[in-house]
């Protein structure tokens, strides 16, 4: 069986990329789990299609750009190493002639430089991690392409309204996969030992482009983030929050549209080395916070999707603290049993946490976190969500024959 990604050196939810490299920028290669479970996997030939404009930075140097793809399979070679990954373990594919009928080609919207209308052979399953920008732009490309299924971290089919708006097309399944924790984030303190509160961490992030406004009117990406930020530092006895702006530590700039290639390509480095470095978000350490806090909170975006902190507070055993919309159903996690569910308005989310406080309701609570942090251990952990993911995209393409 091949599973063949497009561009893997160019993308940054499987890899560590060359800009990430080159401005030494913090990241959480989200998906690496999958692509380390799948090298390790001996039915499985992990191959990358390398397109024709596969240098991965192309776009920082405008109409230059183009000449730098030259590189690209120079660039693949170097990030295979640099991400400690045997370049004989993965086929490089050179033309759309070299992937087979019956590959199944995983596209991330990372790094993806295909065409409208392009023919790709294959079983097609399309990854819409960082939804929510250039949507009917990116509904029309993926339909273009005649996408077989979608994966997502939430079945945005239920709970995005952007995704109802911009995907009217897609009548097909979609297949639900958690985020997963690393092997850093567990347990270390005893539950009765930390602070009766709730920790809230998180970046909060905004889309300024027409599709979103179209939506939601507003830019911000996480309110319920935005709200913690804000609010959270007023309520001491009840809340620790470090939610923080996503460009807070430089000023990010428009750029008008005639601005000229050498300014794009200053501004591009300073963004890369300044304004993306998220400084306070990765000031402190996670597992330490986590493990101070008997309860967490890490809002979810409004486009119906949660945020990978939830499941890392919940494997280091705090009570989580989520909308209870059905999202985390998805996952098989009970309101009540796995997690602490609220309305998302600032009202409910202070009763419940001063609910959750009282005396009476310790052992409940802590019940709730023990139950939760098994669930996610046993289930959210990367082998786990690996062959969950690939053994749903199988179905779907048997279905498919």
């Known amino acids: ?7 893997l050196h160019a993308n940054e939810m499987l890899v560590k990329n060359l800009s990430k490299i080159m401005f030494k920028q913090s990241v959480a290669i989200k998906h690496a789990y999958f692509l380390r479970w799948l090298l390790e996997n001996p039915e499985v030939e992990v191959c990358s299609y390398i397109t024709p404009n596969g240098f991965s930075m192309g776009r920082s ?12 399979f120079l660039e693949h070679s170097y990030i295979m190493k640099k991400n400690g990954i045997d370049g004989k373990k993965v086929t490089v594919i050179k033309s759309l002639d070299g992937i087979k009928e019956d590959d199944i080609v995983i596209m991330h919207r990372l790094g993806f430089k295909i065409p409208e209308g392009t023919k790709v052979p294959g079983f097609k399953a399309f990854s819409m991690i960082h939804f929510g920008q250039g949507e009917a732009y990116m509904s029309r490309l993926m339909q273009s392409l005649n996408v077989d299924v979608i994966f997502n971290e939430s079945n945005l089919a239920k709970y995005s309204e952007m995704f109802q708006k911009f995907y009217t097309w897609y009548k097909k399944e979609m297949i639900v996969h958690p985020f ?17 509160k709730v920790f809230t961490t998180g970046t909060v992030t905004y889309k300024e482009n027409v599709d979103f406004l179209s939506v939601y009117g507003d830019s911000c990406v996480q309110p319920i983030r935005k709200m913690m930020k804000v609010h959270g530092p007023e309520y001491p006895e009840l809340i620790y929050s470090t939610c ?13 549209a005639n601005t000229n290639i050498f300014r794009r390509m200053w501004y591009s480095f300073y963004y890369k080395t300044h304004a993306s470095q998220q400084k306070k978000y990765y000031s402190f350490d996670m597992v330490e916070m986590f493990n101070k806090y008997k309860m967490c909170l890490v809002g979810e975006e409004i486009l119906g999707v949660p945020g990978i902190g939830a499941i890392e507070g919940m494997a280091c ?11 985390y159903e998805e996952y098989g996690l009970k309101e009540g049993v796995h997690y602490i569910g609220h309305n998302g308005t600032l009202e409910d989310i202070l009763e419940k946490i001063r609910y959750w406080q009282k005396p009476e309701n310790q052992q409940k ?16 952990n990367g082998p786990a969500a690996a062959k969950k993911l690939l ?7 048997a279905e498919k024959r």
């Open 365 to 380: 609570l802590e019940e709730i976190a023990k139950t939760g942090c098994e669930y996610v251990r046993a289930n959210f």
């Open 61 to 72: 140097f405008g109409k230059i750009g183009k000449f730098l793809n030259i590189f690209r």
């Open 180 to 196: 997963v924790f690393q092997e850093r984030f567990k347990p270390i303190k005893p539950f009765a030992e930390r602070e009766n």
């Open 317 to 327: 055993g705090c009570a989580m603290l989520g909308l209870n919309t059905g999202m």
């Open 244 to 256: 923080s702006d996503y460009a807070e530590d430089a000023k990010i700039q428009k750029l008008p």
């Open 1 to 7: 069986m091949r599973i063949v990604f497009v561009n």
């Open 391 to 397: 053994d749903g995209i199988l179905k779907l393409r």
